[in-house]
């Protein structure tokens, strides 16, 4: 308890810095949820004449935006993970209890690679990345927590620690051909080069934006 004493407020203020680092990507993670549900729920179901098939799901997109997250997830629960009403009399019949069924329907998707794409890595169905909380981004503003100087952490540095401990995390997952890539796609870091005087190389640096900065930069790509 030492350490959270007044005599100490450097280690006081590291720990709020940690504490707030850690309930900023919670609620990112909470918003891209939602952003995801909103998705599913807005294309669940999408009925109607030929020509007015889009006119229909634009409509529903626009319809969802509305809605809360909770909502959102008894929508989703009433459609998908509902089953047929021969399904469900044959589970009640055989378990007693015809919300396993659900459940278990839930635990299936969790355990595919889309899922695991969708919620841990922000990769979408089409590719494409939502760059504020994927697990590309998490990796380095983690080994920035690790390893940074003054500010800034060195890019070699990160990547060597992310391939050790996070082996699963590499750029081609993201679509990119190098970590300084993902840091100029993503649009979350600043970068900068530093010559090293032992062996005359540029070195890459990089350091996380300001959150006003990086949301304004994200808005922009």
């Not at 635990?107 to 590719?127: K, Q």
């Not at 390893?147 to 590499?170: M, P, V």
Request: charged letters at 20%.
């Amino acid at each position: 308890m030492a350490s959270l004493t007044p005599t100490n407020p450097d280690a006081l203020l590291d720990l709020q810095r940690t504490v707030q680092r850690k309930l900023g990507r919670c609620l990112l993670r909470l918003q891209q949820y939602e952003i995801l549900l909103k998705s599913l729920v807005a294309h669940r179901d999408i009925a109607g004449p030929p020509a007015r098939l889009q006119a229909i799901r634009d409509a529903q997109v626009v319809y969802v935006q509305k809605m809360t997250l909770g909502t959102l997830v008894g929508m989703l629960t009433d459609s998908y993970l509902t089953p047929n009403q021969d399904d469900a009399a044959a589970s009640e019949d055989e378990s007693g209890d015809g919300g396993l069924w659900a459940w278990a329907s839930m635990a299936s998707v969790m355990a595919t690679p889309a899922y695991e794409d969708l919620f841990a890595n922000g990769i979408w169905p089409d590719g494409s990345v939502n760059w504020p909380t994927s697990g590309a981004v998490s990796c380095l503003r983690e080994a920035e927590s690790r390893f940074a100087t003054h500010g800034w952490t060195k890019l070699n540095t990160a990547t060597a620690w992310i391939r050790e401990q996070h082996s699963d995390q590499q750029p081609q997952r993201y679509g990119c051909g190098s970590w300084r890539q993902v840091i100029h796609e993503s649009r979350q870091f600043e970068i900068r080069k530093q010559g090293n005087k032992d062996n005359g190389c540029n070195e890459v640096w990089y350091r996380s934006r300001p959150v006003e900065t990086a949301i304004q930069q994200e808005q922009q790509s």
